[in-house]
């Protein structure tokens, strides 16, 4: 916690890439989500080898075998013609002088979990984690044009609340139109809602 009692991830936390030699080292990582917890620890390093999805963990400086948060990263795209009509608009209305049927270059957010014993206690590791990537793909060192952050959001309000707060918005502005993009039977649970972050958006 820095002087204002607020928790400052680049100070007080340190990046790595996370590897099973990372897992192994670090305490167990829950973040009270089941299906999460599985894959950081067994898919990720299977994402990882085939290049499929890279995910990096934020440890505590003062204890690195505590890992507060994991975050998996692979390239994607929003390809707007295969868009529904009124979400290719509401995205192209973001960019200026679109070209029909553009390819959009995007990352997407494939998992991220915060450590259970760090959400809710008005650290912020979630936002800081999302900050950080934003800042990391505007860079000019970034070796590819990359857009859009996006990310197939838990249809939970917390969750939808969590990536609003941080910028988020959704592409299909109702569940109906997301459902029906994704030709969804009636007793089919709409499981996530696909959100973007415009990365030109300060
Ligand atoms: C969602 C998650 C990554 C957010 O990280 P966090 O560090 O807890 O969140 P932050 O402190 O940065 O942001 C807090 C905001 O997120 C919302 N939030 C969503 N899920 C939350 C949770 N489980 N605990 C606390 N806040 C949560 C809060 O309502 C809060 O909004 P407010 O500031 O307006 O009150 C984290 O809670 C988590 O790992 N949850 C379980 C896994 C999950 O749902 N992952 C998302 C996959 S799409």
Redesign the pocket.
């Known amino acids: 916690m820095d002087k204002h009692g607020s928790f400052n991830l680049s100070e007080n936390a340190m990046r790595l890439p996370y590897t099973e030699a990372v897992a192994r080292f670090c305490a167990p990582f829950t ?3 089941p299906d ?1 917890d599985d894959f950081f620890s067994t898919d990720a390093f299977f994402y990882d080898v085939e290049l499929i999805g890279k995910t990096y963990a934020w440890v505590d400086a003062s204890d690195p075998r505590q890992i507060l948060g994991l975050i998996t990263l692979a390239n994607d795209s929003v390809k707007t013609h295969s868009l529904a009509t009124t979400a290719r608009n509401r995205l192209q209305r973001t960019v200026s002088n679109a070209k029909r049927g553009i390819n959009f270059p995007a990352v997407l957010i494939g998992r ?3 450590s259970s014993a ?3 206690k008005g ?5 800081q984690i999302i900050d950080y990537v934003k800042d990391w793909f505007r860079s000019s060192e970034n070796k590819t044009g990359c857009r859009f952050i996006v ?1 197939d ?2 249809n939970n309000e ?2 939808l ?2 990536y609003e ?1 941080n910028g988020f918005k959704k592409l299909y502005k109702t569940e109906e139109e997301e459902r029906a993009f994704l030709n969804l039977n009636a007793d089919e649970p709409l499981a996530t809602r696909f959100m973007f972050f415009d990365l030109k958006k300060r």
């Open positions: 973040c009270d989500n999460l991220l979990g915060v760090y959400q809710g650290m912020r590791i979630g936002s990310v959001a838990y917390k969750t609340h969590f707060r």
